[in-house]
Structures are given as C-alpha cells and as structure tokens.
C-alpha cells in the first residue's frame, strides 16, 4: 500500500535541511575563471553558511573555509547587527560576505568581526585580532591593501602587516569615516562608504555628519532586557546626514574634497572610477528624487562638472534609482533609464546617447559585457512579464536581441568581468532553484547546484501533494490589467474554502511572479486554504504609467486595487465569501490595516506584521520618493496614515512587531494601539522580544505562522469540514 503525502508542517518548513534544497549565497567566479565560489549553508543548520569552492578543472568542489572551527562564536557588535538588519541578514550565522582577490590567489573573509585570508591551498592567514569589529571590510583593486571600518574610521594596510587608521577620529562622535550612511544602506542598496582606484594609488573615502538628524530613542527589548539606543532616525520632512567624499593616498596624505556643489541636501547613489583611474563619477540625486547629476570628478584637484542628467520620466513621477550601468574601457557608459516610460539599456559616447532597447518591457538587470566583442547580457521581461529570462544583444546592432535562457523557467544571472561565463539561476513553480554555469551562447556547461526533485531530495516526501500555481489578470477601475496567482488545495466539489491573500502592494517588489515560492507557501495550503497574490498598480517592471498613480497618494490606488482582487475571489464558487483573510507585512502591513479600515465587512480578518503606521515615522529617501515631504504635500500623509481611521476597524486584527526594530520603529504599532485601545477597539497582539524588522529563526518562523492560524482559527477563518 503506497504511503500517504505527508502534511507539512511549518516546524518541518524551517527545519533542517531545508525542503527547497541547498540555498547557496553570494556566488562568484575567480578572476581568471577557474574556481566558482559561494556560500553554502548546512543540512543540519539552514541559517550557517561556509565559504566553499568548485574548481572547474577538476571538477570537484572543497570547503575553503569552515565558519564553525575557524570562527570565535563572539557577540557581534551592535553596529555590525544593524548592518545585517539592513541587509535582512539579521539571522544569519558564520560567513555572509567575502571578496576574491585581483590575482585569484585568496579571498577576504570577514567572520565573527574580525578579518582572514583564505587561500586555495587551505592556508588560513589571520589579518585582524581585536575586541573591536572590523566593519565593511574590503580589498585593494589591485590587492596590495586591505581596508575596513573601525571606530569611526577608515583603516588600511598591506597585506601582512599592520593597518592604520587613514582618517581623522574626530571629537564630534556624530561624524563617521568610511562608511555609507543609514539612509544610502537602508534605501538606496549603497553599503560602501569607499572606493579603491585601478591602480591601488587612489582612495575615495565618504565622511558623513549626521549632527543634524533626529534622535530616535529606540528600546531594544529582548527576552533577558532593555537595552536603549539613540539611534540617528531621519524621519520624513526632517534634515538628512551631511555626506561629504574626499580623495586621498592609501596613506592619509593629499586629500583633496570632491566639490560636490553648493547645495548639501542630496543623495550620492554611487561613486564609480573610470576604468583608467584617470576619472570619478559621482551620482548626485536632489532631495525631491527627480533629478539625478553624474559628476565627473578630477580626482586630482576634486573639481567636478556634470557629465549628463537624467530626469524623471514625467513630471508627476519619482525618479528610480538603477545600478545597472558599466563604464567601459573605451570611456563609453552603458546606462539604465526610464526616460521612455519603461526601464531600458542605452549607450552614452562622446556626448551622444543611442538607446538599445525599446518596447512596452522592462530591462530587469544589466547581468555582464563582452568589450571585446562589443555584446551586452541582460535580464528582462520582453516574452512575459511574470518570467525574467537572459538576453544578449550586439552594441552595433542592438535591435537584434537574442533569448539564451529556457521560457520555461524564470531567471536571474552574473558573469565574469570579461563578459564569457553566465552563472544562472532557474526555477518555476514546480522545480526549486537550480543553478549552472554557461556559455556565453546560454548553453549549460556545468551544474552548480542541479537540486533535483530526486527521492534524495529534502522535498521529495511532499512531491505527491504539490498543489499547481494558477495566473490570471483581473481589471483596474481604469482597465489596466492585474496579475494574479492562486494555489488551491485538491478542491472537493460543493465545498467552498477560506483564503490567505497575501500582499505587498507597496511601490517595489514584484510579487506575482512563475518562480519557485517555496515550500512555506504550500505549507498554507495544506492546511486546507487558498493562498491568493495580486499586483497592484504601483509595484514594479510595468513601466512608468503602472507605478505612476501611487505618487503622493499612497494608501489609496493600491487599497482600491486589492478589493477588486477580493471582489474577484467572492465570485468563485469555490472560495468562501465570509472567509477571506489579509496577510501582509512591512508595506503589507500597513495595507492590511488600509484595507481594513476602508472595507469594513468586506475581510474576515486581517494580518499586519511590522506596520508603517504613519508616513512622518518612515525615513526621508523612501517615503519622499514616493510621497514627498509632510510640509509639501500635508494632504497626502493625512490621508495615507493609518492611524487616524483606527476606529474604523471592526474586523478581527493581529498586530505583529519585532521590538527591537530599527526599520519600522516599534513607535508604529504602539501609536496605532493607543488610538484603537482609547476608543475601545478589540484587536489582538503577538511580539517579538529581540526581533528587528525581518522575525525569522527556525523555531521563531514556525511561531510567527502557527499565531497567524492560531489567530484565523479563533476568528472562523477556517477550512470547510
């Protein structure tokens, strides 16, 4: 007698090893093509990584360095916490970063706050060995020097001997060396706070000063305290750090300041080095996100003229921020932009731009270039935008583009520095990440990670009952099409049963999409409900006119936009009317409360983890992108708060909040309780001691769902008997 499919569990989802096979990190090709590296995590430990590596010759892979017998175990500093936090990594353990060295001979790993040298043959050489962490740490161009962050300076030296600091410590604690600022990393994927030249001679270093930025007086609850940290929050409408960049010798010595112009309430996206060393450019973006300066630096004197400028796509409309370009040897840029209304590749030479793509799809990521060739390689929706395939075209010749990835699988890749190796990552509904290094052609020359459905895999006991993925569009009030997708349980006819719609609905990500979502999805529909997702107008790779309407008036188009997908759902005769349930964090959970309070009755319940509550609470970069400052557009925060309908809720509602978050301070929840509790509105509440803006763990993430289904439960949300 066959064995019945196993339920799962969501103990069993976060469990080791983990049911969508190996999930490999930060993978890389050596300088010379030879070894693929990448961080690997443990069957008997999903959230510890190693540094290990594929040697194509001989095709065998070694662990370079184990993190367990090699590392202290000592406490990460707080600042090094909060960088993970803002990477989402809070969780992680062992390695999570590490750097190839120019001649392919070592790698730079960071591990428990301080700093080693792992080299091909095993050898392990110890770089630092102090009580302090040695943050951001990073290697030379050329490798003759490492560098790194330390109490509030930039340290460098060479290889083997000892480091130095090369920036001033100076009696205003305020004032930081080297390293970007919270606002670069949390919003604009900027981590670095320096950059080497070509040729090692050369260091630009950032100095920020953010005396001028709010306090925010964040408690840090955890299970055995409290713990109170200033930290510098700039809160939307208020003044940002003062970010500052100066050039010098790896020494110290020659500093000159970059003139970045007389206005100092700016952005600096990214700070580049021409190819030769003999340029910087430096990407200057004004507060109100519509205009983006590239300066060319003098790296000499510091002197800076503007190169080119990029504007928003239309005058009602933010401008997006790309890092998807390459400066190529022969001066020329290979640019990401809107300009047309969909995000596209262009070429800029000699003053002269020529634009290489075109059409109603979105470039998703500039993955490599072939200089010699003159052929770019790039990610994109042109066949379908739910399934992000490869693309190659010819810089001459650039209307011929060419698919080099399967349709039947959605993809994401990188390659080497010269443009001839692809790493590729695939997936689909049915099939968990595989990964493979090809050919510049597309053509797979070796599995990295082939993570089969095999009887050996993690998820093999659970095959039988994989419930298959349903897409569908549904209209706008103004007949854009939405997308959706929906799993269903094995449906029993005349039954009807309940729905977990999750969401985002924010500007950004990209939910609905045919690649792998994972066992913690079917997990949901085991239990016998129908998960549900729908893009909204606003979320990303639809073009400009598609995000366009969320501008200054968030909390309004996305809310109408998720009912029409709830509208939909009431008309299938296999959902339960009563019975559909909201789920969402971050931006999906101030959507959760949205709705709520706009539909009352129309949700049975409502989900909302880590909520913005109230836009003035949110940081300037992300919240003015989208909705400019309190004091210009006071109307649109009155009516984008959360806090000020709370009376307004009269379904059932579980608050959830990490108590020790930074991102979306614990000030959001407690502020919208004060509102429900004075007026005697019911809700429920789960919190997380210790916890920052992403609650995951192997036993707190199967504690975070099993109170979401406690809460349904209760709540009648519940599957058909």
Known sequence: MPEETPTLSFERVFASPDLNGESPRSAKLSPDGRYLTLLRNRADDTERYDLWAFDRQRKEWAMLVDSEKLGSGRELSEEEKMQRERGRIGNLKGIVSYQWSSDGEALLVPLDGDLYLAKLDGTIIRLTDTKETELNAALSSKGGFVSFVRGRQ?????????????????????????????????????????????????????????????????????????????????????PNAVVSLFVMNPDGSERVEIDLGDNDDIYIPAVDWAPDGKAIYVHRQNRDQTVLDILKVDPATGSSEVLFTEKAAISDYWLNLGSDYRWLKDGSLI?????????????????????????????????????????????????DVLAQQIYALDVAEPGAITLISDPAFVHSASMDGKGQTLLVTRSNDDTPPQSYLADSAGNRIAWVMENALDEDH???????????????????????????????????????????????????????????????????????????????????????????????????????????????????????????????????????????????????????????????????????????????????????????????????????HGMSDDNVVLDHTTELVAAMQAANVPFEMMLYPGFGHAIRGQNISPHLMNAKFRFLEANGVTPPE
């Open 154 to 238: 930039l340290w460098v030296g060479e290889i083997g001997g000892e480091a130095a600091p090369i920036t001033p410590l100076e009696s205003n604690k305020d004032v930081r060396w080297g390293e970007a600022e919270f606002i670069a990393q949390e919003e604009m994927r900027r981590n670095q706070g320096f950059w080497w030249s070509p040729d090692d001679q050369r260091i630009v270093v950032e100095r920020f000063d953010e005396s001028g930025v709010e306090i925010a007086r964040r408690a840090a609850i955890g299970a055995d305290g409290t713990r109170i940290f200033e930290q510098r929050y700039p809160f939307a409408g208020t």
């Open 458 to 656: 993690p998820y093999s006991r659970y095959l039988a009952g994989h419930r298959p993925t349903q897409y569908g569009t549904i209209k706008a009030e103004d007949g854009t099409d939405l997308y959706w997708e929906m799993v269903t349980p094995e449906l029993e006819p005349g039954k009807r049963y309940p729905v977990f719609y999750h969401h985002y609905a924010g500007p950004g990500p990209q939910k609905v999409s045919k690649n792998w979502d994972g066992a913690e999805r079917q997990a949901i529909v085991d239990k016998g409900y129908i998960w549900f997702v729908l893009d909204n107008r606003g979320s990303a790779n639809r073009g400009v006119a598609f995000e366009q309407p969320i501008y200054r008036r968030m909390g309004g188009v996305e809310v109408r936009d998720q009912k029409a997908g709830a509208q939909f759902l009431k008309t299938l005769d296999f959902v339960d009317p009563d019975k559909i349930a909201l789920d969402g964090g971050s931006y999906g959970g101030y959507m959760t409360i949205k709705q709520l309070q706009a539909d009352p009755g129309l949700y049975a319940a409502g989900i909302a983890a880590a909520p913005v509550t109230r836009w003035e609470l949110y940081d300037t970069h992300w919240t003015e992108r989208y909705m400019g400052t309190p004091q210009g557009n006071p109307e649109g925060y009155a009516s984008a708060s959360a806090v000020k309908d709370a009376t307004k809720i009269s379904d059932a509602l579980l608050l959830i």
């Open 335 to 383: 640019w990401w932009s809107e300009r047309d209304g969909f995000g596209h590749l262009y070429r800029f030479a000699d003053g002269e731009w020529t634009q290489l793509t075109s059409g109603e799809w979105v470039v998703t990521g500039l993955v490599g270039v072939d200089q010699a060739a003159g052929r770019l390689y790039f990610t994109g929706t042109k066949d």
